[in-house]
């Protein structure tokens, strides 16, 4: 089929709301302002680069561009008839994405309305297209200019607003009208950066006689093979008759085919049909999440021959696994909110993701590749896609296949009454949800598609600013998710588990006992300072699965300098404010001040550190709680990534540089792992062992002092199975000093780090003090592989210089010897240090 690639060739103008479709002409003349453009692109993208404005993602620039909101932009591209097929049946004009409201003309005809930036604009123009030269013209809006104050007023103004956190720069009431990514408007964690613009690609496509408009893949595993069924989707663009055809499908590993089949001679109608067939994989190599096997993916083939035309879809890769939830009752109230994957129960370990830039358009796949590849390093199996941003990019999806993050992938609804009891609403959310429920299903990492985030639980809790009276008739919102995308997600790939909220169980939303929770108001956003920063609280979690949760830290001084744009780092200036998130109400000093030190006179060095120290902890110490509990089935922490450089939730920054708490996370996702628990006066070690094998460990386990003098560890030997969480020890407290020293689990060899039990703040225990030594240094290639040890227990022991090492501010127990890669580094001087 040959398509038309619309990506290059663009001009950008801008034009007052008031001119609207009779202002074609006078735009098309407009000479004094023009942008030649590429898309996908926002419309700031060619200003930035003119020195019109500055970048919004850099210090308090976000205001200088907020005009744009105010004008109409327009895009024009001319092309030549002469090179698409004049033999196809149809040209299909196809523009992926328009944030957010448009109008398209061509030659200066009205050929359509679009109001949905999460759908295409799909039409046909071979009949109104003119031989040679024409012009493809959208006019593009930010769409809150149509919302009216009678528009509010049908869901009681009742959308989340960052207002209400004394943010006054932040927030729109009017986004529920407007299917556009939501967090543009502003949000805790990020400014108003209101998109408009072409998001993503553009094409003419020319089918003859038939194609292939999607498909669908899903596995059945049996014992030494697995039954791939397809489904594919096929368009016949005869209207009046019938065509024999036939589908090809072929599934190769490394070059190599490992099956085929031939569907022949199907009758094709006009119009949509549907060909279903399989292929049987003998010997199949699964597809595991990360960390509990191998990320196998095959190569697939699809191609449709009919009337001597071959339609060959574009190639694609499939892993072969089954997802689905188990909801079973554990006892009288509760029910498990567990995972299995391939028939095996996981424990899903990550983070929320929302948009990777202020600018999503302008987020490139090696930013994504980072991004992922990182969250793989890290430990994850899973990222949730919160649903107040995008549908991502193919390269984000391609990325969670090859690298085992499975995607729980809310629909883009959130924090807000949305109309849905008006049939526009109603029919753009269907369209919406159709076209992508059909653009993902096949995706091996999809595990889960869910409704909306925190709808049900603030429409139904007067405590959020947008609760309302919710009757079957206006739902505000959630008919979308409990009816259209209910039954939109079972047509189109039953196979994908769904869930109608995030929080969602119970009787009431948010339920500790049934389904998925959002650990705030326990911790980080409790009233009391004191429940803000005490770890030891979320040793209390009671949820099956925590999907959301969080704690505040500092981005690296080379960050935050950046963000400054050259201006002096001052902590207490507009620009520090700024890009401190809405949530962080003093709570990082007093967390510093809590675990380490009078927080009163600290450096910014000294701050970064602390701070990123204590958010480490708070992480991963309530990450290592759930996953220590038996009955819960997940921790998903608010938020892996950023939209720009703040003070905030994520442990990876804007820049793609690691946080302090990177690394936190990164101990308490390991695929081995062990964790104690002080529970009724006797440490509980529990083991995880996400891998497919077996492991024996020899370990000591008891008492011993920080100075290394004192040791009254006991030598076992630990069976962990494959795929396995359970207690493996308990050791009485009774007359241990845990002031002085604490208990440990330590691994003599094998995959797992040593644990220790904590049972206080850092500043409260006697530590001896003192730095690594560094008893072996050699080249390995482009890395350096060092060797440490200490004779006395070391906290935070961390590089003074900016490297990419396999672990960074740990811990070391007395007489611990520990082996860091540390990446391109061969040849130069390291230096350590604990923190004190």
């Known amino acids: ?48 680069e003119a020195g019109i404005v500055r970048d919004p993602v850099l210090a308090d620039y976000s205001f200088e561009s907020e005009w744009v909101e105010n004008y109409a932009w327009w895009f ?17 004009l196809v523009l992926e994405s328009i944030d957010s409201h448009a109008n398209i003309y061509l030659n200066a005809t009205h050929i359509g309305r679009h109001i949905n930036c999460h759908r295409p604009f799909i039409r046909d123009i071979k009949q109104i297209a003119k031989p040679g030269r024409n012009t493809l013209s959208v006019r593009v809006t930010s769409g809150l200019e149509s919302v009216s104050q009678k528009d509010l007023d049908a869901v009681h103004f009742a959308t989340s607003s960052e207002v209400v956190n004394g943010r006054t720069d932040r927030g729109d009431r009017r986004r529920a009208f407007v299917r556009r990514p939501q967090y543009t408007v502003g949000w805790d964690w990020g400014p108003r950066v209101v998109t408009i613009g072409m998001s993503k690609e553009a094409y003419i496509r020319c089918p003859r006689k038939a194609v292939l408009l999607s498909h669908k893949l899903s596995a059945v595993l049996e014992r030494d093979r697995a039954i791939v069924k397809i489904l594919a989707e096929a368009e016949l663009y005869d209207i009046v008759g019938t065509a024999d055809a036939s589908l090809m499908a072929r599934l190769s590993l490394n070059g190599e085919i490992k099956a085929e089949m031939m569907l022949d001679d199907v009758l094709l109608r006009s119009g949509i049909n549907y060909l279903e067939s399989e292929i ?36 694609f890769q499939y892993g072969l696994r089954t997802v689905c939830i188990d909801m079973s009752r554990q006892d009288a109230e509760s029910r498990n909110f567990k995972l299995h994957v391939n028939g095996v129960e996981m424990f899903c370990k990550g983070g929320d993701w929302i948009p990777a830039d202020s600018i999503y358009q302008r987020v490139t796949a090696e930013k994504y590749e980072t991004l992922i590849s990182e969250a793989r390093e890290a430990g994850f199996n899973m990222l949730r896609i919160w649903g107040g941003g995008i549908y991502e990019t193919d390269w984000f999806y391609d990325a969670c296949d090859r690298h085992g993050i499975l995607v729980w992938h809310d629909f883009m609804f959130a924090c807000c009454n949305y109309p849905d009891h008006q049939e526009w609403f109603r029919r753009e959310a269907e369209f919406e949800m159709e076209y992508q429920t059909r653009r993902l299903r096949s995706r091996t990492c999809i595990a889960l598609f869910c409704g909306n985030n925190e709808n049900h639980w603030g429409l139904s809790d007067t405590t959020f600013e947008w609760s309302a009276p919710i009757t079957h008739e206006r739902q505000y919102g959630l008919y979308a998710a409990n009816y259209l995308a209910s039954c939109i997600t079972r047509a189109n790939c039953p196979e994908i588990p769904y869930w109608n909220s995030s929080p969602y169980g119970g009787s009431k939303p948010n339920s500790d006992f049934v389904g998925n929770t959002h650990h705030w108001r326990q911790c980080t956003m409790n009233p009391e300072m004191a429940m803000r920063i005490e770890p030891k609280e979320y040793d209390k979690i009671s949820g099956r699965f925590v999907s959301e949760y969080g704690y505040i830290g500092p981005c690296p001084e080379e960050s935050i300098r950046e963000y400054f744009d050259g201006a002096p780092i001052d902590r207490n200036c507009r620009v520090w404010e700024l890009h401190n998130n809405t949530f962080e109400k003093n709570t990082v000093v007093a967390g510093i001040e809590k675990h380490y030190r009078d927080a009163s006179s600290l450096s910014l060095d000294e701050y970064i550190l602390y701070a990123g120290m204590v958010q480490s902890t708070m992480l991963g110490y309530s990450l290592e709680s759930f996953r220590f509990k038996g009955y819960c089935g997940g921790g998903l922490f608010w938020m892996y990534n950023d939209t720009w450089g703040e003070v905030g939730w994520t442990i990876i920054d804007y820049y793609l540089r690691r946080k302090v708490s990177y690394y936190g996370v990164k ?170």
């Not at 006078?26 to 030649?36: F, G, I, P, R, V």
């Not at 095959?298 to 009919?306: F, M």
């Not at 308990?730 to 060899?749: C, Q, S």
């Not at 003074?800 to 960074?808: S, T």
């Open 1 to 48: 089929m040959k398509t038309l690639d619309m990506k290059k060739g663009w001009r950008m103008s801008k034009a007052p709301l008031s001119l609207e479709n009779d202002s074609v002409e006078q735009a098309l003349s407009k000479t004094d302002e023009l942008w030649d453009v590429c898309i996908p692109v926002d419309v700031r993208m060619p200003l930035m």
């Open 76 to 92: 024009h591209r001319e092309f030549d008839t002469a090179e698409l097929d004049s033999e196809a049946d149809i040209w299909e």
């Open 280 to 315: 049987i994989v003998e010997s199949p190599s699964l597809w595991w999440p990360n960390g509990m096997g191998e990320q196998t993916l095959y190569d697939v083939e699809l191609s449709l021959i009919c009337a001597g035309n071959t339609h060959r879809m574009e190639p």
């Open 667 to 836: 101990r308490a996702f390991a695929p081995v792992k062990f964790i104690l628990r002080a529970i009724n006066n006797e440490a509980v070690a529990v083991a995880a062992n996400d891998t497919g094998n077996e492991i024996r460990l020899p370990v000591r386990a008891g008492y011993l002092s920080f100075d290394g003098k004192l040791d009254r560890t006991e030598r076992l030997e630990l069976i962990l199975p494959p795929h396995s969480r359970g207690k493996v020890r308990a050791i009485p407290l009774d007359g241990m000093n845990l002031k002085n020293g604490t208990v440990v689990l330590i691994p003599e060899n094998g995959p797992a780090a040593p644990a220790w039990l904590r049972t206080d703040d850092i500043r409260n225990l006697d530590l001896p003090g003192g730095d690594p030594a560094v008893t072996s240094v050699c080249d390995d290639g482009a890395d350096l592989i060092i060797e440490l040890e200490s004779p006395v227990f070391l906290h935070g022991v961390h590089f003074l210089d900016d490297f990419n090492a396999g672990d960074n501010y740990f811990d070391m127990l007395p007489g611990e010897q520990k082996t860091l890669r540390i990446f391109g580094a061969a040849g130069k001087n390291i230096a350590l240090r604990a923190v004190r």
